[in-house]
């Protein structure tokens, strides 16, 4: 029996090496995914945390999908979900190229996205993010470039840079400055270069975006560029009036805490965390407060914080507002100092669980059931029990 899974195991490497995988035109890593080919057909196994982030992105549906762990490892036969999210969901396979692409039905495969151009603008796009711009439907948009300190700022409303002219930098350096980030003002040492933010003139170009959700009004997205170096972008709408105040700082502290934490998958009981603290900041640049209490229009629990599904719209906001709710609890009820220590605690420790406990004491015991209860039960207390701040 056990020969035999090792032959298994080798087999699905040998495969892997061959393919290279693409989930939304973005390259996954060959030490995520396992394939074997039976019978003309290729079965892919993707691990867990790849597509758990598939859910947060595109809203499938796993739940009917079983878990299969080979040596340790967890993982989700691919095929079986892209059969149960046929709406949403279509697998290309070119067995000439060795190229596996997985594509939202909306938007066109990485094996589609040939189009070379002289224009500079292009150049620019091409050269960083390959793997994230839809550049046949970006070709078609005037685009201008203005650098600031930290990023490139592309735009075709002259209003942009002039509002904008040191803004997003400020936004950076005083998200940095809140947590306590003193040390993190270069790029370089992670994503190598200006960081680009994108303001969409329209909701078509917004949408034709890859790795962008379609629901998201901005969206931070990492990508690998021909070298496999990550790169960042940031992406916007530019008539957004949101965009100034909510929108940039939200996804600017992203830029930053991915950085910070040095993230490229996203642990999915990370999103709470990441986007909580994005909120936070949004409010803290609307009211100028560096304090702000939240109570959710409709409360989930704490264990569905840590492993949400999202089904429809109205769960994206439940958790999005629950995110910030938590997040204002953690900072109200522990203050500021804490809470930097608690992300300074995640960055080694990927356990978020025994990083919470171990840094706010909610339990005694080590028990994850227990130490779930209890912050469940000091977090109802503190929504009961607090003002919500007066938000513009």
Known sequence: MISSFIVFFLILHIYADDYILFIFNKPINSNEYLIKEKENVLNILVSKEIIENLVYEANIDIKNIE?????????????????????????YINKDTKIIDVNNLTRKSTQNNTNNTINSYSSDLKLNNDYNLNINKINKIEYKKYETKYF???YTNDQMKIILNN???????????????????????????????????????YKSYDMV????????????DFYNLARASIYAHEKDPLLIQRVLPHEISHLVMYRYLNLINTPLTFKFVLEGIAQYQEYRIITGLDYIN????????????????????????????????????LVNSYGINKYREFIKELKKDNNIINVLNKVYKFSLSYNENNIIKEIENKWNYYINHTTPTNIR
Not at 69 to 81: E, F, H, Q, T, V
Not at 213 to 224: R, T
Not at 301 to 327: M, Q, R, V
Request: glycine share 4%.
């Open 67 to 91: 878990v299969i762990n080979i040596k340790g490892k967890n993982y989700y036969n691919l095929n079986k979900i892209i059969i149960s999210n046929s709406s949403k969901l279509v697998l």
């Open 152 to 154: 490139i700022i592309y």
């Open 167 to 205: 803004l997003v930098d400020y936004y950076y350096e005083e998200f940095i400055k809140f947590m306590g980030f003193s040390d993190y003002y270069n790029f370089r040492n992670f994503f190598g270069e200006k960081i680009p933010i994108y303001l969409a003139p329209n909701d078509d170009v």
């Open 213 to 224: 959700p379609e629901w998201s009004s901005g969206a931070f997205v990492i990508n690998y």
């Open 294 to 329: 939240y109570i959710p229009s409709s409360k989930i629990s704490f264990y569905n914080l840590l492993y949400p599904n999202f089904y429809s719209n109205e769960e994206i906001k439940n958790f999005y507002d629950n995110s910030l709710s938590f997040t204002c609890f």
